[in-house]
Structures are given as structure tokens and as C-alpha cells.
């Protein structure tokens, strides 16, 4: 059918429609059998592609995408479906389980195949402790980024990105000494990778430990896929994952894999209790809270649900097992589990399901929305056994074998969810009253301060350059080292340069001031050069220059309906600030767009090497951009 938004989507309806329609995240890919058994059977079937840039992980923009689909497909079909069935594999999972919590009224189940279980924060800190630990031990000087991962370089980028041969480049060298394959396993044991992960490989036996490592190095790096995390960074506008207070000794003991990292650290001649003394010792990472408010909304569940899911899992080394299980916690806590079932397929790897694993889940799932009861519908046993059936009334259709099973994982050792939403905090926060970190990287540091009356709070200069963004202006008292003190005023939205070495504290005389505080760290990143034939990002119609010195160039701008900005390219790094509420649409050259939502008082980090035009959809966007020299 057409292209809204830019947006492929297509729906196909059969003649002999039975009233469901099925959308899936990535139904462009569908194995033509599978498609034919569904049109077969009466089911309208369609969906959409999914994105691979930096809107990949922009989860309610497919799930709206999902509901705009099916109103086309009502307009022009004339009828409404009597049942809607969310339908994802790995990615498409996310948007399959978010469905039934943003809109309730229209979707009335879904089958997730091998994604979203445990949130994408969750996921993320996990396969983060996992990489730490593995550059932490292995070596730390590795050309591997851990968070706030660059843009891939150039088109086409994606499948030999950078840090994802970085990674695999680090595994490589953990695994070809006994003592790097003993970290490599205390690594994968953080991430709970399964033993039993290559492709087509006979499962290795319980005691069989050498082969079970194998296993694990031959995925680990899979497991962690770095373009993820910068898709997701992209998505949330800054880092995602922390680990400062996590105990690595007591989710070693938790993770289900203390007898193999314990052989593999007896093998390998090395101290474990060392090893773990080191990680106790080693400096953490903080996330940027305003990215993880962004995710936590996007990309995290709440439990609150009134239809049946049905989630079913390999023994996946990217969507693993134990992922289900904080699925189903937050499903308690919100008294909606008895609405899940989880099921498995003994095969490794990610989402090797064959055709007729994944319809006979979806047929379980149906029969469950038909009779209103799970009973054992979802058992391996009655799964196996409605995989016959399904088979044998299908005999001219290559649908592959069913291996449904049981399967006992540990719990997830990082979990993230509605009951968290709100509550993070890095530790750096408490050193400035009122303050709030909000960005930390190699580049700047960036806090969210308000000056009260009677407090002093925020510091002007220091040890290194700094701009000051007032985001609520006011009077201040200065107040120098050498005891002198003045007044001053600042205006809202004012912009203040501070060269390092000065030593002043403010103060709000009467009312709260609130201000963006920027130190600007001597790691350099030099503009790249701007050979698109676009526009630079700035000046652009509208703009206006606010400050430039050698460190770097502060534009303020006011996006205006009707008017989207010239297709442009991100030369810098910047710091962009919001200072009212609204929704701006990005649109790439190629025409892949998403839709943000914007806040007053939002702070995003966005690396260099961006192209695209912007367009206001909603509400009045003003920014304050800072392009870091």
C-alpha cells in the first residue's frame, strides 16, 4: 500500500478475511511460506521496515506507526478488524509488547519472538558490565569505546561499525590465552550468555566447560552489539548505562555461572577473588539522567496490560533467556502476569526459529484469545503437539520441525522499570546543591543547577573553561576567593564564557535561578570537514550568533511552523538546550523521519556527523546550541 511518513508499510487482506489483522515491526522480511500460511488461513497480514540509523530505537514512533497503519487499512477496507494481534522478532519484540501498553483499546495480544523482555535499560547496563569488564581485565588502552559511542563513518557503515570491531578485536584476544578466556568468562557471566549459543552446533554437555567457553567467546561480542548502544544514545539523547554501586562479586554468585568462571580461573592459573578486587577498585561509569528519563519512557515497561502475551526464546546469546524473567516481574507488580506465558526452543542463537515454530506460537495465542484461558496451551508439550497437527495439514509447505522445551534460566542481574522510573541519580549529583548531572564525557561535563537564595551554589570558572546557560535569569551575588563579592544580573536564556582559573560562587539574592553549567574538558574533536554540498547546520534562517571564542560557537534558535530548517550537516559536537515545550520532526536525506518530543529545561549531547532538516510539529521550540570547538 503506500508510504506515510516515508514510512514502507504494506498490509495484505485476503478474500476470505476472518476479522484479524497481524502487523509486525518487520514484515518486509517475512519468509514468503510464512506469509502465505497466514494468507491461507484469512489473516490480513502487514506491517512496515524498520529503521537502522540513529531513529532505529524510537520504539513509539513504530508503535504509532502501527496504529496509523491500521486506520489506512480501515479507510480503505471499510471495515474495522474485530482483533488486532501485535507480531515482532528480536527489535520487532519491543514494539510487539509496547503496543498492548500504549493503546489497550486496540490491540488485543502479542507474540514477541527473541526481544524486549527486560527493557532496553536493562539490556543495555547488563551487556555493559559485561564489556567493562572485559576491556577492565583484558586491556584497558583497547581503542573501545564504552558509552557515548561516535556515529558510524559513511554509508553502509552499520555492518562493520567501528567499536563492534573493536569489541570483537578484544574478544579475539581474550580467547587466545587461557588467562584471557578466564576474563572473557567473567565477562560473559555478567551478561548471563548462554553456553549454548553457535549456530547449528551440537549443544555441549553440563560438565564439558572448554566447550561451553568456546561458545561463549564465539558470541560474546554479538551479545553486546556496540551499534545498539549508539542507535539507543542516539534515541535517548546521551548514555544509558552506569555501573557505579554495582557489587560484581555478588552477581557473579547470582548470574548461574559461578562453576564455569571458577574452572575457567582454575585452568588459567589466575586469582578470581583478585580479578574481582580489581572491578571493586576500577572507576565507574555514570549515565546522563535526562537520556535515561527519555529511555525509561520509550523503551521500559509498566506492566499495564489487559491482553495475553506470548513470548518465546532460543538459547539466545543477544535476547537471553533470563531476559523473560523481568518481563514477568514487572508483570506482577503490576498484577497482570497471569496474562504472560513464556516458552523456548532448544536451538541456539538469535531468533533461529523455523517457520513453523513461530506459527504455532501465534496460533497459541490466538486459541488462548479464544478461549480466554491459558491452561497448558503454552506447555512444550501441547506446543509440540499443535506443531504437528499444524504440519500435517499443511503437507506442500516447507514449515521445518518444532523443538519447543523447558528451560530454567537464572534471574536477570539488572533489571529497569516502571518502579525505577524517576529514581536515578549518579553520584556526582549530590557535589553541587540543587545540581543535577546530566551529561559526562570525554567532551563536557554538563549539570542542571538551581541558585537559591541564602545557598551558594553554582561555581563560575575553576580548573577548566566553562559556559553558563540561565535558563530561569535573576540576580546573583558573585563572590570571589579573595572575599570581595558582587551583584549582578542575568537574563533568562543569557550566555555566559568563563576561562578557567577564576574561583567565584553565586547566589540568588531573591528568586531561584536556574542554569546549565558546562565545563568544557580538554579532549578535542576537530569539525569535520563539510564535503555534502549542504548547508552547514549554522547559521541557518533564524538564527542568531550569541557567543564564539576559540572553544566554541552558541547559536540561539526558534523553530517556526511552516518554516523547517535548510537540509543541513552536523559538522560539531553540541550541546543543545530546550527551553520550551514541543515536537520537532528530523527528516534524513533519504527520507527516514521521527518525530521527538521536546521539553523546557531538556539537555541533549549529539555527536558530530549528523544530516538532516528539521520541522516543527507541535508546540514552540526555542534552543540554545552550543557547537563545541
Avoid at 561499525?161 to 560473559?188: E, F, I, K, M, W
Wanted: with cysteine; aromatic share 8%; net charge neutral.
Amino acid at each position: 500500500m503506500g508510504e506515510p511518513g516515508q514510512t514502507p508499510y504494506a498490509v495484505l487482506k485476503p478474500a476470505d478475511w476472518n476479522g484479524t489483522l497481524v502487523l509486525d515491526l518487520d514484515f518486509n522480511g517475512w519468509n514468503p511460506t510464512l506469509r502465505q500460511w497466514f494468507l491461507d488461513r484469512g489473516y490480513a497480514v502487514g506491517g512496515m521496515a524498520r529503521t537502522q540509523n540513529q531513529s532505529a530505537y524510537e520504539i513509539h514512533q513504530y508503535i504509532d506507526n502501527y496504529v496509523t497503519i491500521r486506520q489506512i487499512f480501515i479507510d480503505k477496507v471499510g471495515m474495522r478488524p474485530q482483533r488486532t494481534i501485535a507480531y515482532g522478532v528480536s527489535r520487532g519484540g519491543i514494539p510487539a509488547r509496547g503496543a498492548l501498553e500504549a493503546y489497550p483499546d486496540i490491540f488485543d495480544g502479542t507474540v514477541a519472538f527473541s526481544g524486549g523482555g527486560q527493557g532496553m535499560i536493562g539490556f543495555m547496563n547488563q551487556n555493559f558490565d559485561g564489556v567493562w569488564t572485559l576491556k577492565t581485565l583484558v586491556d584497558p588502552k583497547a581503542p573501545l569505546a564504552l558509552v557515548n559511542l561516535p556515529a558510524p563513518e559513511g554509508t553502509g557503515s552499520l555492518a562493520n561499525y567501528s567499536q563492534d570491531l573493536a569489541l570483537a578485536q578484544l574478544v579475539r584476544t581474550a580467547n587466545a590465552t587461557p588467562q584471557g578466556r578466564a576474563r572473557l568468562t567473567l565477562a560473559a557471566a555478567f551478561v548471563q550468555e548462554p553456553t549454548w549459543t553457535i549456530r547449528d552446533s551440537p549443544q555441549p554437555a553440563p560438565r564439558d566447560y572448554d566447550g561451553q567457553i568456546d561458545q561463549l567467546a564465539a558470541n560474546l561480542a554479538y551479545s553486546c552489539p556496540q551499534i545498539t548502544r549508539w542507535q539507543l544514545e542516539a534515541m535517548a539523547g546521551g548514555n544509558i548505562s552506569w555501573n557505579h554501586g554495582v557489587d560484581y562479586r555478588l552477581a557473579l554468585n547470582r548470574s548461574g555461572m559461578l562453576a564455569l568462571v571458577e574452572y575457567a580461573y582454575r585452568e588459567a592459573g589466575l586469582d578470581l577473588g583478585a580479578d574481582l578486587t580489581v572491578l571493586a577498585s576500577a572507576p565507574r561509569v555514570a549515565a546522563s539522567p535526562s537520556a535515561v528519563a527519555k529511555a525509561e519512557r520509550d523503551s521500559t515497561w509498566t506492566g499495564r496490560i489487559t491482553g495475553p502475551v506470548l513470548s518465546v526464546k532460543t538459547s539466545d546469546p543477544a535476547d537471553i533467556p533470563a531476559h523473560d524473567l523481568a518481563y514477568l516481574a514487572t508483570l506482577r507488580r503490576a498484577g497482570t502476569d497471569d496474562l504472560l506465558r513464556n516458552t523456548y526452543v532448544a536451538r541456539p542463537f538469535h531468533a533461529t526459529f523455523t517457520v513453523l515454530e513461530r506459527i504455532t506460537a501465534f496460533q497459541t495465542l490466538v486459541n488462548r484469545l479464544d478461549t480466554g484461558r491459558w491452561d497448558d496451551l503454552a506447555s512444550p508439550e501441547q506446543m509440540n503437539a499443535l506443531a504437528a497437527r499444524i504440519k500435517a495439514a499443511s503437507p506442500t509447505m516447507d514449515l521445518g520441525g518444532a523443538a519447543f522445551t523447558r528451560t530454567y534460566p537464572a534471574p536477570p542481574l539488572r533489571t529497569w522499570d516502571v518502579a525505577n522510573w524517576g529514581t536515578y541519580q549518579p553520584p556526582q549529583a549530590a557535589v553541587q546543591p540543587g545540581g543535577k548531572l546530566v551529561v559526562s564525557n570525554e567532551r563536557v561535563t554538563v549539570r542542571d543547577v538551581t541558585i537559591d537564595p541564602g545557598t551558594p551554589g553554582l561555581r563560575e570558572g575553576h580548573a577548566e573553561d566553562s559556559v553558563t546557560v540561565f535558563l530561569r535569569g535573576g540576580t546573583l551575588k558573585v563572590s570571589q576567593s579573595d572575599g570581595t563579592s558582587h551583584v549582578v544580573t542575568r537574563k533568562t536564556n543569557e550566555v555566559v564564557f568563563e576561562p578557567k582559573g577564576g574561583a567565584s560562587s553565586l547566589e540568588a539574592v531573591a528568586q531561584p535561578v536556574r542554569a546549565v553549567l558546562i565545563d568544557l574538558h580538554d579532549h578535542v574533536v576537530p569539525a569535520l570537514a563539510n564535503t555534502s554540498g549542504l548547508h552547514d547546520a549554522f547559521p541557518r534562517p533564524g538564527s542568531k550568533k550569541v557567543l564564539e571564542n576559540d572553544r566554541i560557537v552558541v547559536w540561539d534558535y526558534t523553530f517556526v511552523a511552516g518554516q523547517p530548517s535548510p537540509m543541513h550537516f552536523h559538522s560539531r559536537d553540541v550541546v543543545t538546550i530546550y527551553t520550551e515545550d514541543g515536537a520537532v520532526k528530523s527528516t534524513t536525506p533519504a527520507g527516514e523521519s521521527v518525530v521527538n518530543d521536546h521539553f523546557a529545561g531538556e539537555i541533549r549531547f549529539n555527536p558530530r556527523d549528523r544530516t538532516h532538516t528539521e520541522a516543527l510539529t507541535r508546540g514552540k521550540v526555542h534552543i540554545v546550541v552550543v557547537e563545541l570547538k
